[in-house]
């Protein structure tokens, strides 16, 4: 990256040059390093991609900063540009500062934000049968301010785990646990609240007021690398039809809008790749079928291309259930099916679908909505050709009557 920044003229560095091959492949590299804290643990695909996506646009900005502050050294006390090999040895420390000193401390909180974000998916999926409660490591390292706040314990929807929600400032290790009702009161809003200033005091900035889990990130918008205007900006939160008026006042914004164009185009890439992939590992669907009892008679379920491009996309955002490595054994889910419910379509489609039945399965213990269309082709003759395709694949929430 510093090769390509040596090439670089003019008096400032230029916002673009965060787009090129070698910027992209340092910045690909550190949102990599990032990533692979949270490799092995458990969440669905979607909040995976979107945790990965924060990762990218972090390194980016702080690629930014590292170019910013070495784009100076390209010229001697004389204001002649240097060789290379003496730009490259006045900036190996600015490399020693970002990528060894703050790296640490970033991929630390990346992977607390990480399954933190993972275990409410978790909770979100129980609904408020229980309540939570913030627990430390509880041992001598704990900071004080947080050791105050072991056992506060709220329902998931009160707001204060919008802004106390773990990690609370750099290598925090506290974390939230469900309890039940019956066993454990709920603490009083306004003195969990209190609890959480004073365990915040340090963070004048507000910079560690986010819950991973609820902004499916794993480094909030407003960090070392931003401004505090990137916490309530559409760009940042990915609102791009929102944003498409807005034109960047600062180089910062200009920078994250165009890695955010950046981080959109490098996910479309690599989910096209994905998609041709397990599209194929869903090929012999096509030719498998599955005979399920439905209204009082049987009807015949199978597959087509349609639907398995659908059901890929519910891999990504329907379900967090179901995972893309399941899409190649969609037989085996179909065969557990029980008939709940049918129901006509309120509007006219345009590809033949009049109907959908649903139906109820199991996916690793957890409760699944299978939806399957009927589609209905005219040939020339006037015959009615019906076909019955497993379309989508929706959670099932569970109950959240009482305490479990």
């Not at 900036?91 to 933190?116: G, H, K, P």
């Not at 505090?228 to 914004?253: Q, W």
Request: glycine letters at 6%; one cysteine or more; charged letters at 30%.
């Amino acid at each position: 990256m510093m090769r390509a920044l040596y090439k670089e003229d003019g008096s400032s560095l230029r916002i673009g040059i965060l787009a090129e091959p070698a910027a992209q492949e340092f910045i690909g590299a550190h949102a990599d390093a990032l990533d692979s804290s949270f490799r092995k643990v458990e969440m669905s695909d979607i909040m995976r991609q979107r945790l990965s996506r924060s990762n990218y646009v972090f390194s980016g900005m702080k690629a930014f900063h590292e170019l910013n502050e070495a784009f100076p050294s390209l010229l001697d006390e004389n204001g002649n540009r240097k060789t290379f090999e003496r730009f490259l040895k006045d900036v190996r420390s600015i490399d020693a500062t970002y990528n060894l000193n703050y790296l640490r401390s970033e991929f630390n909180f990346v992977q607390a934000s990480a399954e933190m974000a993972a275990k409410w998916e978790g909770f979100m999926q129980d609904g408020d049968r229980y309540y939570l409660q913030y627990r430390t490591a509880h041992d001598n390292k704990v900071r004080p301010e947080h050791a105050a706040l072991h056992g506060v314990t709220l329902p998931i929807t009160d707001s204060f785990w919008e802004e106390y929600y773990p990690p609370n400032g750099w290598n925090c290790r506290c974390t939230v646990v469900q309890v039940r009702k019956s066993r454990y009161p709920a603490t009083p809003h306004d003195e969990a609240v209190a609890l959480g200033e004073e365990a915040l005091q340090r963070d004048t900035k507000g910079m560690f007021r986010f819950n991973p889990g609820k902004q499916e990130k794993a480094v909030p918008d407003y960090n070392p690398y931003t401004i505090s205007r990137c916490r309530d900006c559409d760009i940042a939160k990915g609102k791009a039809k929102l944003a498409k008026a807005f034109i960047p006042d600062n180089e910062l914004c200009q920078a994250c809008q165009l890695l955010q164009k950046c981080a959109a185009d490098r996910t479309k890439s690599e989910r096209a790749i994905e998609r041709t992939h397990y599209l194929h590992t869903m090929e012999p669907l096509l030719k498998k079928s599955v005979t399920l009892n439905t209204e009082g008679k049987d009807i015949r379920v199978g597959f087509t291309t349609y639907g398995n491009k659908h059901l890929f996309s519910d891999t990504f955002g329907r379900s967090s259930v179901l995972t893309r490595d399941d899409l190649a054994t969609l037989d085996k889910v179909l065969e557990t099916a029980i008939f709940i419910d049918s129901s006509p379509l309120t509007h006219q489609r345009n590809d033949g679908i009049d109907r959908f039945f649903y139906y109820e399965a199991t996916v690793r213990e957890q409760k699944v909505r299978l939806n399957v269309a009927r589609k209905v082709k005219i040939r020339k003759d006037g015959r009615h050709i019906i076909t019955h395709f497993l379309y989508s694949v929706n959670d099932i929430k569970k109950s959240t009557e009482g305490d479990g």
